[in-house]
């Protein structure tokens, strides 16, 4: 036997002629149904620029466009340790970061997995375990104590309004979170309230969102990074403008921040069009919306987001078997409970490397359906459509930053289990980037790449920045902040 090398993993060549007829026309109708053509990213990616435009007015829109009150682009000579914590929508992480001083970080850090109750359990519920998983990160990293309280960025990717950095107002709860007596309140000393109690040595310095972290992160060790952007559980992005460009700002700006001073903004784009004017939906997506604890809200957020694509896919085969095409006598009782696939089930499906899709029929036995290897070639290529839909949906935010900003060349700086691990995610973003602003170049000028540690370091760097200002007795928020 000749010995080649490793053997290259196999690659599926997905022949469908063994499909028939009635699962083939079910594939062409779901096709029909989540394609996005090039013209109609156009016109989404237009009027996206109207929503950001319309979020920066006075009047407001739909799109929050919330200054961040980052005021200082990173020197790269932000020096100290610094804790972080990233309340995500799956995960709690602290991180220590010590930075270099030298555009160089190192980071430690822990991940707590949110118990799922959490997400409709009470606020104390959730501030005391964030404070209880900081209690234990601290004790662990400095077993002897510390001289001093730590400084803590507080990334908190959820909406919340800022009148200066170190606070901030939850709008609403977003990703299936629904938790009473915290919309409307600033939930920084809510969870400084748990940490004094507990005797954690942390001041909460700063409050950042996930994307803002993201993009100062980004641009510490990437000139070229202007957008930083979150493909997760949910969907986000945040970008520099410049404070005389906001018009809901003015009036508001102490002496010290200059009309022409850079303002970081949180833009909270998973709101776009909840109005439902451009986004094509489908029964599925308004389903996902009605059956949510937010109906009305997060339009963008719900079609393309990593809380909902693996709850789409189950809808499309619950209403599949409903009509008789799959899953013939079999027991679907899993399937039909709500959320019961996360996004990384289409993502494995799209991964299976079999022709006869073992790796699908595997995963569906867990859930006590047995599969034909037609029904199975079906289940892929659903998960094939909504991904690229997914993927196409998801640069409409980044075309429209860029064109609203003028950006010919970008670095947009992406994180998130969506970016990172579902298949084909960036091929299908880039495409859908070209389709938007059909380029005749070789090498694409506006790229999405992989982001530095926004909700880590960006936090660090943030509440490095915020520290610095407060020392020289300057302004970090509107007047009297
Ligand atoms: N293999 C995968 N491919 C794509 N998405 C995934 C995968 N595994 C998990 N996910 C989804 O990613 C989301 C978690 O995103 P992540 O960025 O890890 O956390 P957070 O959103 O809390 O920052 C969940 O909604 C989950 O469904
Ligand atoms: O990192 P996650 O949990 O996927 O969050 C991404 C975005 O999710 C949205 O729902 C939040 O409103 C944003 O603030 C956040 O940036």
């Known amino acids: 036997m000749v010995h080649l090398g490793p053997k290259a993993p196999p ?14 026309d079910q594939i062409k109708q779901i096709e029909t149904l989540f394609t996005v053509k090039p013209e109609k990213l156009i016109s989404i990616s237009d ?22 009150w980052v005021l200082d682009y990173p020197t790269g000579e932000e020096k100290g340790d610094y804790l972080a914590i990233d309340l995500g929508g799956t995960n709690l992480r602290v991180v220590l970061v010590k930075l270099g001083g030298d555009r160089t970080f190192d980071t430690t850090q822990s991940k707590y997995s949110l118990p799922s109750s959490m997400r409709t359990g009470t606020a104390d519920e959730l501030f005391s375990f964030i404070a209880d998983c900081l209690d234990k990160f601290v004790k662990e990293e400095f077993p002897e104590g510390v001289s001093s309280p730590l400084p803590l960025g507080f990334t908190f990717s959820y909406p919340a309004s800022q009148d200066a950095i170190n606070m901030g107002v939850l709008q609403r709860w977003t990703k299936g979170f629904d938790i009473d007596g915290v919309e409307g309140h600033d939930v920084v000393p809510m969870l400084q309230k748990f940490i004094s109690q507990k005797n954690v040595p942390i001041n909460v310095v700063a409050l950042i969102n996930d994307t803002t972290g993201t993009l100062i992160a980004s641009m510490y060790t990437d000139s070229e990074a202007k957008l ?18 906001i018009p809901k700002l003015e009036g ?12 970081a903004v949180n833009c909270e784009y998973g709101a776009f069009d909840n109005e439902h004017l451009v986004l094509p939906r489908t029964k599925y997506d308004i389903q996902i ?50 959320y019961v696939m996360d996004t990384s089930y289409p993502a494995r499906i799209e991964e299976d490397p079999y022709e006869n899709l073992s790796d699908v029929e595997s995963l569906f036995l867990q859930l ?38 003028g950006y010919k060349t970008a670095h947009c700086a992406a994180d998130g289990s969506v970016y990172t691990k579902y298949p084909n995610f960036k091929q299908r973003a880039a495409q859908g980037l070209r389709d938007i602003f059909q380029w005749n170049t070789k090498e694409d000028p506006i790229v999405i790449v992989p982001a530095e540690d926004g909700s880590g370091a960006g ?23």
């Open 11 to 24: 690659s599926r060549k997905g022949s469908m002629a063994d499909v028939p007829r009635s699962l083939l």
């Open 47 to 68: 009027h996206f620029v109207k929503e950001l435009d319309k979020g920066l007015s006075k009047q407001g829109g739909n799109i929050p466009m919330i200054p961040g």
């Open 368 to 405: 006590g359906i047995v599969t034909t290897e037609p029904e199975r070639k079906l289940i892929r290529a659903i998960c094939e459509i909504i991904g690229t839909r997914a993927a196409r949906l998801s640069i409409c935010g980044i075309a429209a930053i860029c064109k609203k900003r």
């Open 459 to 481: 936090a660090a760097i943030i509440a490095a920045l915020t520290e610095k200002r407060l020392a020289a007795g300057l302004s970090v928020g509107i007047k009297g902040n």
């Open 228 to 245: 930083g952007l979150i493909f997760g559980t949910g969907v986000n992005g945040a970008y520099y403008d410049v404070v005389k460009d």
């Open 252 to 263: 508001k700006l102490p002496a010290d921040v200059s009309p022409d001073s850079p303002m």
């Open 289 to 338: 919306d009605q059956e949510s604890p937010r109906p009305g809200q997060q339009s963008y957020e719900k079609m393309i987001a990593g809380y909902y694509l693996g709850e789409l896919l189950r809808l499309i085969l619950l209403d599949l078997a409903k009509d008789g095409f799959i899953f013939e006598n079999q027991n679907l009782s899993k399937l039909q409970k709500p």
